[in-house]
Structures are given as structure tokens and as C-alpha cells.
């Protein structure tokens, strides 16, 4: 079964595409938690950053240049954002396709709720 990010990368679910490579593809979040939420999604579906391998991090810093030059045409760069991958249960992952969150454009508060 493709994972509900496959299936936005392939355009069967649409969404705002900010940004697609063969690499990675950028939309923004359906339920944005701050003004700009987008997340930047391999397309290699890796299911969690459990499952990165070590012939992936080329991939995994691609993911980041991408994260801060979608930061900078956002114009969140200077005052600053945040950037998180969830894993598994305790990280709070809904969608098991890594996807790193470029979050911004507010200050975002604590780094991890009481
Ligand atoms: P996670 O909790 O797995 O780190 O993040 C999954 C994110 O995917 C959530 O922020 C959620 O709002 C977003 N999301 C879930 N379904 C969709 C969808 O169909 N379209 C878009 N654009 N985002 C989605």
C-alpha cells in the first residue's frame, strides 16, 4: 500500500507543492500549527528515522538545503523556525513516510510541552 505521502508525491491527493526535486518534494500541512508549516517528504518512502540507512544521508541533507531555502523564500529565516522529524509513538508520528516539518513565521513557544 502506498503511504498517504506516495500518493501526494504521485498527485493522487493533491496539495500545495512549494517545492519537488527527484529527491524530495515540499507541500504545505493540511492542519498548519504556525503560519508557515510545510513538510519536506524523501521521495523514497524510508518509514521512520529508524529506518534511515547510511547510504541516506546525502538524502537526509538534501532534505535540510531544501528546509533553508524554503525558509529563506518564506521569509522566516532571519527571525528564525523550527524544523522536526517525529518517530514512532513518543515522538508523536501520525504518517510513517519521513517528513521533516519546517515550522515558522511566530514564535513557536517551548521546545516540548510539560
Ligand atoms: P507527523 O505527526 O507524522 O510528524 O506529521 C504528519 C503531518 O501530516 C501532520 O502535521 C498532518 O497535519 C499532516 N497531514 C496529514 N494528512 C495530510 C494530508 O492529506 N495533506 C497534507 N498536506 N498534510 C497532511
Redesign the pocket.
Known amino acids: 500500500m502506498p503511504t ?2 506516495e500518493r ?1 508525491l504521485n498527485k493522487e ?1 493533491p ?2 507543492i512549494v517545492h519537488q526535486d527527484e529527491r524530495v518534494t515540499a ?7 504556525a503560519p508557515v ?1 510545510i ?1 519536506v517528504v524523501p521521495t523514497k518512502p524510508i518509514p521512520t528515522a529508524n529506518d534511515i540507512e547510511d547510504g541516506d544521508e546525502a538524502l537526509i541533507g538534501h532534505m535540510f538545503t531544501v528546509a533553508r531555502d524554503l525558509a529563506r523564500r518564506e521569509g522566516i529565516a532571519e527571525d528564525g523556525y523550527r524544523l ?3 518517530c514512532n509513538k513518543h ?6 513516510h519521513l ?1 521533516l ?1 519546517l515550522l515558522g513565521g511566530k514564535p513557536l513557544g517551548p521546545m516540548v510541552s510539560a
Do not use: S
Not at 27 to 33: A, G, K, N
Not at 91 to 96: F, M, N, S, T
Open positions: 498517504l505521502f501526494i491527493i496539495a500545495t507541500f504545505r500541512d493540511i492542519q498548519p500549527r508549516h513538510l522536526i522529524i517525529n515522538g508523536g508520528q501520525e504518517v510513517y517528513h516539518h
